[in-house]
């Protein structure tokens, strides 16, 4: 089937450290991934993408890290800002896009 | 330009009302996503536009009727709603369907359906 899960639905982090977000998911055949930042009454945002064809891939402050053998996604967000205060969404591609259930992530001073 | 844009921001209608829901972008994309999200949940894929043709249907109900008049313009038609219908309307567009490439959204139409 087609399913994308997160593990923890809330993730309070200090200001300055770096977050983890995780994402599972089903499908083995999802050859792409994306993760999405929405804050509050807005749409979602593209932070960073993979290709199946990868293990790891890098942005601004962002990383994603793919594990094929047991599909499993992660957001490395270094040195947390209150600016990264959002719901963080994992979406799987087959033929459309399938959002995961999302986890908010609350930064505090 | 990285925008697609939709209006109008926010709506309220009547269960009698017919209503439409506007988006638009102008990157070129040949595939356009109608999503509905209620609070605290992700986006649920509603319809799938390719080359301006209906590709995808998510089993949505007869209510809601997807329009796409050009390769840049995406239509939600509203008519006979329910409460329940009250949500974040998203659109999104994408170099083509289901490509490796990023999907790109609106910032929403907040609907109430009272």
């Known amino acids: 089937g087609e399913s994308v899960g997160l593990h923890l639905p809330t993730l309070s982090v200090q200001e300055g450290d770096n977050s983890i977000i995780n994402c599972a998911y089903s499908n083995s055949a999802s050859d792409y991934f994306i993760w999405y930042k929405q804050e509050s009454g807005k749409g979602p945002q593209f932070i960073i993408d993979i290709r199946s064809n990868m293990d790891k891939r890098q942005g601004q402050r962002v990383t994603v890290l793919l594990n094929k053998t047991v599909k499993h996604l992660s957001l490395q967000i270094a040195a947390t800002q209150p600016g990264d205060s959002a719901v963080y969404f994992c979406a799987e591609n087959i033929h459309k896009l399938i959002f995961g259930t999302g986890t908010r992530l609350q930064v505090f001073p | 330009d990285t925008e697609v844009t939709q209006t109008p921001k926010h709506l309220v209608m009547g269960m009698t009302n017919k209503k439409s829901l506007k988006c638009e972008q102008h990157m070129g994309h040949r595939a356009m996503y109608w999503y509905k999200q209620k609070a605290k949940k992700p986006p649920e894929l509603m319809f799938v536009?390719?080359?301006?043709?209906?590709?995808i249907n998510e089993s949505v109900p007869s209510r809601f009727s997807p329009e796409c008049p050009n390769s840049s313009l995406l239509n939600l038609h509203l008519h006979a709603l329910q409460p329940e219908d009250s949500a974040l309307y998203l659109c999104?567009?994408?170099?083509?369907?289901?490509?490796?490439?990023?999907?790109?959204f609106g910032q929403g139409t907040r609907l109430t359906v009272v």
């Open positions: 536009y390719s080359y301006e043709k209906l590709s």
């Open positions: 999104a567009s994408r170099r083509v369907e289901g490509s490796g490439t990023e999907a790109f």
